[in-house]
C-alpha cells in the first residue's frame, strides 16, 4: 500500500486566504465585427523558476482541455509546466498512463511554453532515492472534495509507475471563486505546486480567441510515428466504403465526423444526415464520408446508407482491420488524426473529442472545418480563426 502524507506545517494557510483585487487577467472587447478576449499576464516578481503540475479530470479529451487549462496559468503565471501523463477514459479495459509525449510532438510544443517532462522533474534533488517532496498542493477543497478519485488516482498511478513516494509540505485552499491573483499570491513561495481546480474554473479560457490557445493549439501536434500510422489507414478507407453509387474510383476528398452518439446522444440520426446533406447541397464537396462513432449499431447504419448519397465508412467498419494491433485508447488518437489530416473535418459540438482536433485544424490552417448546430433549424457554421472555440451549442 502506498501512503500519501500531507506536511501542514502552516495551518492557517488551509483556513485563512488573502484576497486582492485584480482586474488586468481579462478584458473582454467587443466591436460590431468580432469579439476578442485578452490575457493579461501577470507581471510582479515571481521565483525564477516554479514548478506547475495540474490534475485533469475524465476522459482524455477533457484530459487535454485541462491540460490545455493549466498551460495557460503557466504561461501567465511564469511557472514552468510539468508535462503530466494521461489517463485512460475510466470505461476503458486498458488501464494505466499513458505518456503524453507518446502521443503529442513535444519539440513542437516547446516552441509554446516552457515546461519539463516527469521524467526531468522527479531527477531532482530528493530526500532520499525514493521519496520526492512536492512544495505546496493548492486545491479548491470546497469544489473538488466529491473529486478525490482524480488527484488520488494521478498520485498512486505515478508513484507505481516511477517506484517513488511523494509528499507535500503544505496544503492550501483556494477559494470557491478565486481569481488568477489569488493563487498568483498563495503560490509566491512555493518552489513546485500540485494544483486541483474544479473542472470548470477559469471556463473563460476557452471561450473567445485569445493568443494564449492560439499559440498552444498552433504547436499543439501528434507525433510523426503517429502521423505516419494515420496517413496508411487513410490509404484503406476507400477500400471498405459501404453505402450507394459503391465505388472505389475517384474517391480523393474525405471528410470526416464526429458523431457523438450512445454513451451521450448530442443529436439523433437524423440531425447528422440533414446537416451533411446541407452541406453537399451548398457546395462543399468530398467524395467520401468517415464517421467516428463507435456506437452506431444496425439501424443507425442503415439510416445512414438509405439517406447519404455518398459512400461512407464508420469506426466499426475500420477497427476490424487494426484492433490486432492497437487498443481501444491508441485507436480512438489514430481516428482523431484521420479527422486532423483529411480535407474537412465536420465537429459535433459537446464533445471536448472533437474540439481536440477542430482547435488543431483552425490553428494550424489544416483544412476546412464545420461545427454542427443542436437547434433544430440552424445550420452548420464554418469555423475560422475569429470565432473558433470550444463549442458548446
Same mark, same amino acid.
Given at each position: 500500500?502506498?501512503?500519501?502524507?500531507?506536511?501542514?506545517?502552516?495551518? +492557517?494557510?488551509? /483556513?485563512?486566504? @488573502?484576497?486582492? &483585487?485584480?482586474?488586468?487577467? *481579462?478584458?473582454?472587447?467587443? =466591436?460590431? #465585427?468580432?469579439?476578442?478576449?485578452?490575457?493579461?499576464?501577470?507581471?510582479?516578481?515571481?521565483?525564477?523558476?516554479?514548478?506547475?503540475?495540474?490534475?485533469?479530470?475524465?476522459?482524455?479529451?477533457?484530459?487535454?482541455?485541462?491540460?490545455?487549462?493549466?498551460?495557460?496559468?503557466?504561461?501567465?503565471?511564469?511557472?514552468?509546466?510539468?508535462?503530466?501523463?494521461?489517463?485512460?477514459?475510466?470505461?476503458?479495459?486498458?488501464?494505466?498512463?499513458?505518456?503524453?509525449?507518446?502521443?503529442?510532438?513535444?519539440?513542437?510544443?516547446?516552441?509554446?511554453?516552457?515546461?519539463?517532462?516527469?521524467?526531468?522533474?522527479?531527477?531532482?534533488?530528493?530526500?532520499?532515492?525514493?521519496?520526492?517532496?512536492?512544495?505546496?498542493?493548492?486545491?479548491?477543497?470546497?469544489?473538488?472534495?466529491?473529486?478525490?478519485?482524480?488527484?488520488?488516482? +494521478?498520485?498512486? /498511478?505515478?508513484? @507505481?509507475?516511477? &517506484?517513488?513516494?511523494?509528499? *507535500?509540505?503544505?496544503?492550501? =485552499?483556494? #477559494?470557491?471563486?478565486?481569481?488568477?491573483?489569488?493563487?498568483?499570491?498563495?503560490?509566491?513561495?512555493?518552489?513546485?505546486?500540485?494544483?486541483?481546480?474544479?473542472?470548470?474554473?477559469?471556463?473563460?479560457?476557452?471561450?473567445?480567441?485569445?493568443?494564449?490557445?492560439?499559440?498552444?493549439?498552433?504547436?499543439?501536434?501528434?507525433?510523426?510515428?503517429?502521423?505516419?500510422?494515420?496517413?496508411?489507414?487513410?490509404?484503406?478507407?476507400?477500400?471498405?466504403?459501404?453505402?450507394?453509387?459503391?465505388?472505389?474510383?475517384?474517391?480523393?476528398?474525405?471528410?470526416?465526423?464526429?458523431?457523438?452518439?450512445?454513451?451521450?446522444?448530442?443529436?439523433?440520426?437524423?440531425?447528422?444526415?440533414?446537416?451533411?446533406?446541407?452541406?453537399?447541397?451548398?457546395?462543399?464537396?468530398?467524395?467520401?464520408?468517415?464517421?467516428?462513432?463507435?456506437?452506431?449499431?444496425?439501424?443507425?447504419?442503415?439510416?445512414?446508407?438509405?439517406?447519404?448519397?455518398?459512400?461512407?465508412?464508420?469506426?466499426?467498419?475500420?477497427?476490424?482491420?487494426?484492433?490486432?494491433?492497437?487498443?481501444?485508447?491508441?485507436?480512438?488518437?489514430?481516428?482523431?488524426?484521420?479527422?486532423?489530416?483529411?480535407?474537412?473535418?465536420?465537429?459535433?459540438?459537446?464533445?471536448?473529442?472533437?474540439?481536440?482536433?477542430?482547435?488543431?485544424?483552425?490553428?494550424?490552417?489544416?483544412?476546412?472545418?464545420?461545427?454542427?448546430?443542436?437547434?433544430?433549424?440552424?445550420?452548420?457554421?464554418?469555423?475560422?480563426?475569429?470565432?473558433?472555440?470550444?463549442?458548446?451549442?
Amino acid at each position: 500500500m502506498i501512503t500519501i502524507v500531507l506536511h501542514l506545517n502552516n495551518q +492557517t494557510e488551509f /483556513s485563512h486566504y @488573502r484576497w486582492k &483585487k485584480f482586474d488586468t487577467n *481579462f478584458k473582454y472587447i467587443s =466591436n460590431s #465585427s468580432k469579439t476578442t478576449m485578452n490575457i493579461t499576464a501577470i507581471t510582479s516578481h515571481k521565483r525564477s523558476s516554479q514548478y506547475i503540475w495540474c490534475v485533469n479530470h475524465y476522459g482524455p479529451n477533457n484530459q487535454l482541455k485541462d491540460f490545455v487549462k493549466c498551460c495557460i496559468i503557466a504561461m501567465i503565471n511564469n511557472y514552468t509546466l510539468i508535462i503530466p501523463p494521461l489517463f485512460p477514459h475510466h470505461a476503458q479495459k486498458h488501464k494505466g498512463i499513458q505518456l503524453f509525449d507518446h502521443f503529442y510532438d513535444l519539440k513542437q510544443l516547446r516552441h509554446a511554453l516552457n515546461f519539463i517532462t516527469f521524467d526531468q522533474f522527479i531527477s531532482k534533488p530528493k530526500i532520499n532515492s525514493n521519496k520526492m517532496m512536492i512544495d505546496c498542493y493548492l486545491q479548491q477543497i470546497e469544489l473538488v472534495a466529491a473529486r478525490v478519485w482524480y488527484p488520488r488516482n +494521478t498520485l498512486i /498511478s505515478i508513484q @507505481r509507475y516511477y &517506484k517513488i513516494n511523494i509528499d *507535500f509540505h503544505h496544503l492550501i =485552499n483556494l #477559494s470557491r471563486n478565486f481569481h488568477m491573483s489569488e493563487l498568483f499570491n498563495k503560490s509566491n513561495d512555493c518552489s513546485s505546486i500540485f494544483l486541483h481546480i474544479h473542472y470548470t474554473t477559469f471556463r473563460q479560457f476557452f471561450l473567445f480567441p485569445n493568443i494564449y490557445i492560439k499559440r498552444i493549439f498552433e504547436h499543439l501536434y501528434r507525433t510523426p510515428l503517429i502521423q505516419r500510422m494515420t496517413s496508411q489507414l487513410i490509404k484503406q478507407l476507400p477500400q471498405l466504403v459501404i453505402g450507394k453509387n459503391h465505388s472505389q474510383t475517384n474517391l480523393n476528398t474525405l471528410a470526416v465526423i464526429h458523431m457523438r452518439i450512445g454513451d451521450h446522444i448530442v443529436m439523433n440520426i437524423s440531425m447528422y444526415i440533414k446537416q451533411i446533406l446541407y452541406l453537399l447541397n451548398n457546395g462543399v464537396h468530398f467524395t467520401h464520408l468517415h464517421i467516428m462513432c463507435p456506437l452506431l449499431n444496425s439501424a443507425d447504419i442503415k439510416q445512414l446508407t438509405d439517406n447519404l448519397p455518398i459512400v461512407f465508412t464508420t469506426s466499426q467498419h475500420l477497427l476490424p482491420h487494426v484492433n490486432f494491433v492497437l487498443d481501444s485508447y491508441l485507436f480512438d488518437v489514430l481516428e482523431q488524426e484521420i479527422a486532423y489530416q483529411a480535407p474537412i473535418f465536420i465537429a459535433s459540438p459537446w464533445t471536448t473529442y472533437s474540439a481536440t482536433v477542430l482547435m488543431q485544424k483552425v490553428y494550424q490552417e489544416q483544412g476546412t472545418v464545420y461545427v454542427l448546430s443542436t437547434k433544430k433549424n440552424n445550420h452548420p457554421l464554418l469555423v475560422t480563426k475569429q470565432n473558433v472555440k470550444y463549442f458548446e451549442q
